[in-house]
C-alpha cells in the first residue's frame, strides 16, 4: 500500500477538493467546481464520489460503500478494495458501525447519525440541465432564483399522467433557496435528505461539480399544494425479513412469471434476518 | 380609456440611443406612453423599430438614455439601471412580450396549459388546479378552445400560436406589452381575427402597449399614436389617424403612399 499516498490522491489536490466541500457546506446545494481528477475508475462509476471521500476519509475511519443498497456489487465491493488498499482504514458493511459511506443510488434504512458522512455519488448535477442546456443560462437561473421552468415540468407530469413522473433524482430546494438534483436516489429516499443528522457530500467527477447538505439542513421536495409529494409503497412486505416501510427491490425468480419484493439496503435486511431467528431463511 | 385622468405617463423614454459598433440602432429617441395608451412605432426594415424594442425590453444595452417606468406599487424606476433580478421580475410580472414568431416567445415542447401558467409558476404560484383554472380562464379570454388546453401549440395553426402567446403574457396582468411585428406571417383573415381581439384585450385591460409593425394597417387600427422612424431616428410623431391622414414628412408620405389598395 506504501506505493500511494493516504487515499491515492496527492495532498494538493485533497486540499482543493476540501476547499470545494468547505464552500459547498457554506452555501447548501450550491454546485462548487473543482479540478476533477483522473482516477483508476471509469467515469459514471463514481469518480465523484470517489474524490469527495479521499478527501476526506482519516485513518480512525470506518468505511461502508453501497451500491444500489447493497454492499457486495462490483461496483461496491472494489470501491471498498480500493479505499482499504490505499489507506489501511477498517472496512464495514454495517450501516450503523461506519462514519464515512460512500453511496450510489440509495440512502440506507437505518437511520444516520451526527458523527457520519454520507457521500452521494452524481451523473448530473445540474437539475435544470434538461430544461435548459447552456451551462451560463442555468448558472444564472440559479443566482436569480429563477425556478419557474422547473414547475413548468411538474405541471406537464400531472397534466399528461395525473401525478409527478420522476421517481429516482426527484428535484428538491436545500434551506429554501437553492434547487438541487438529489443524485439518483429513489424519491423514497428524499424524506431522509431532510434535516439529516449526517453530513451528506455530493460528488460529480466528470462534471466537476460538488455540493453539500449540511446536517439538520431542510430539504423540500418539490410538489404542487393540492399534488403534494408521495413516496412509493409496496402492497406486501420484503419477502425475506418481512420489514415494510422500506424500499423493495423487485426480483424475478424463475421463468414462469415469479417473483418476489426484497429490500434493497442489504444490510438493513441481513440484521434484520440474523435478529428474528424465526424469520423466513434464505 | 383613462388617457386623459392619468397624471404622470407610464413609460418616459429619453435620449435612447444605441449603436451596433458604428452603425446606428437608434438615436435619441424620446417619448412618453400614458396608462391605457397604444403606440405604434413603423418605419422600413432596418429604421430601427426591433433595435428601440429591445433596449426598452433589457435584451439590448442602449449606449445612453434613460427609460422610465411607473410600477404598480407607486415608485418610478429606471428599466436600464435596475439589476438583472429587478428586471426580470418585471419583464414576467408587469411586462409583456410579444414576439413575431410565436416559436420565440413559446415553449413548443410543453402544453398550451403550461406556456399560460408559467409565469404564474415563476412568481410563485404553488396550486395546480389554480394554475389551470387560470389557464383555461385565459384560453377562453383569447379565444382558444378549453379543450385544446392540454394540447401542445405545435399542434395550433399559426394564429392560434399567437393568441397563445398573447394568453401567456397577459396571465399576470401587465401593465406594458411590448409587441413585435404581432401580425407578421399570418393571413389576412387571422390578422384580423388577431387585431380585433387585441383591440378589446387591450380596451378591456386597460393595457399599455408599444406594437411595432411595418404594417400601416395594423398601427391605424391598434395605436392611438404613432411613431414614425427611419435610420434609427423619429421622423415624426403624432395621433395615428394625423401622421396617416396628413403625413408632414417626406419620409411619411412616402411610407403612406406605398401602401397597396386591391
Not at chain 1, 464552500?23 to 469527495?52: C, D, H, N
Not at chain 1, 458522512?117 to 437561473?141: A, D
Not at chain 2, 380596451?203 to 411613431?227: F, N, Q, Y
Amino acid at each position: 500500500m506504501n506505493e500511494y499516498n493516504f487515499a491515492f490522491l496527492d495532498e494538493q489536490s485533497k486540499r482543493m477538493i476540501r476547499r470545494a466541500i468547505l464552500k459547498a457546506v457554506a452555501i447548501p446545494g450550491y454546485q462548487v467546481p473543482f479540478g476533477s481528477r483522473e482516477m483508476p475508475l471509469s467515469y459514471g462509476w463514481g469518480t465523484g464520489g470517489v474524490q469527495v471521500t479521499a478527501s476526506v476519509i482519516g485513518p480512525a475511519d470506518v468505511f461502508k460503500v453501497i451500491d444500489q443498497g447493497a454492499d457486495d456489487t462490483t461496483n461496491a465491493v472494489s470501491i471498498r478494495q480500493f479505499f482499504a488498499r490505499t489507506t489501511g482504514v477498517r472496512t464495514t458493511e454495517r450501516t450503523d458501525e461506519a462514519t464515512l459511506i460512500q453511496t450510489r443510488h440509495r440512502i440506507p434504512e437505518t437511520p444516520l447519525s451526527a458523527d457520519q458522512i454520507l457521500v452521494l455519488q452524481v451523473p448530473i448535477p445540474e437539475p435544470l440541465r434538461w430544461l435548459e442546456p447552456r451551462e451560463t443560462e442555468t448558472r444564472l437561473m440559479h443566482a436569480l432564483e429563477e425556478y419557474g421552468a422547473m414547475w413548468v415540468r411538474l405541471y406537464e407530469d400531472i397534466t399528461r399522467s395525473g401525478h409527478v413522473e420522476t421517481a429516482y433524482d426527484y428535484p428538491v430546494v436545500v434551506n429554501g433557496r437553492y434547487l438541487m438534483r438529489p443524485s439518483p436516489i429513489p424519491k423514497f429516499d428524499n424524506p431522509k435528505l431532510d434535516r439529516s443528522p449526517a453530513l451528506l457530500l455530493f460528488g460529480a467527477g466528470r462534471e466537476k461539480r460538488i455540493y453539500a447538505v449540511p446536517p439538520h439542513t431542510p430539504v423540500r421536495s418539490l410538489d404542487f399544494e393540492d399534488h403534494p409529494f408521495t413516496v412509493e409503497t409496496w402492497a406486501q412486505p420484503c419477502a425475506l425479513c418481512g420489514a415494510t416501510g422500506v424500499f423493495l427491490d423487485e426480483i424475478v425468480v424463475d421463468d414462469k412469471g415469479g417473483r418476489m419484493f426484497v429490500c434493497s439496503d442489504t444490510d438493513f435486511c441481513g440484521r434484520r434476518r440474523e435478529a428474528s431467528a424465526g424469520g423466513p431463511a434464505r | 380609456m383613462s388617457v386623459a385622468d392619468a397624471d404622470r405617463p407610464l413609460l418616459g423614454v429619453r435620449g435612447l440611443t444605441h449603436d451596433y459598433g458604428g452603425r446606428v440602432g437608434c438615436l435619441d429617441i424620446g417619448f412618453d406612453l400614458w396608462p391605457g395608451e397604444v403606440l405604434g412605432v413603423v418605419g422600413e426594415s432596418g429604421s430601427g423599430k426591433t433595435t428601440l424594442l429591445g433596449c426598452l425590453s433589457g435584451r439590448l444595452v442602449p449606449a445612453a438614455g434613460i427609460v422610465e417606468f411607473l410600477t404598480r406599487e407607486g415608485p418610478v424606476v429606471d428599466v436600464l439601471r435596475l439589476s438583472e433580478t429587478e428586471r426580470r421580475r418585471l419583464a414576467r410580472t408587469d411586462w409583456g412580450m410579444v414576439h413575431q414568431n410565436p416559436r420565440d416567445g413559446l415553449r413548443m415542447n410543453v402544453t398550451a396549459g403550461a406556456n399560460v401558467g408559467e409565469r404564474l409558476m415563476a412568481v410563485g404560484a404553488r396550486h395546480y388546479g389554480q394554475i389551470r383554472a387560470a389557464a383555461l380562464e385565459w384560453l377562453g379570454h383569447v379565444e382558444i378552445a378549453t379543450d385544446r388546453v392540454d394540447d401542445l401549440p405545435d399542434t395550433f395553426s399559426g394564429g392560434m400560436q399567437q393568441r397563445l402567446q398573447i394568453a401567456r403574457n397577459l396571465v399576470t396582468r401587465p401593465q406594458l406589452v411590448l409587441m413585435d411585428e404581432p401580425t407578421g406571417g399570418l393571413d389576412v383573415s387571422v390578422q384580423a381575427r388577431l387585431l380585433d381581439l387585441l383591440r378589446s384585450l387591450v380596451a378591456e385591460l386597460g393595457l399599455s402597449a408599444i406594437v411595432v409593425t411595418h404594417d400601416l394597417a395594423v398601427t391605424r387600427l391598434l395605436t392611438h399614436r404613432l411613431l414614425v422612424l427611419r435610420r434609427g431616428e423619429v421622423v415624426e410623431s403624432g395621433l395615428t389617424d394625423q401622421v396617416l391622414d396628413d403625413p408632414q414628412h417626406a419620409y411619411t408620405q412616402l411610407l403612406v403612399s406605398s401602401v397597396l389598395h386591391p
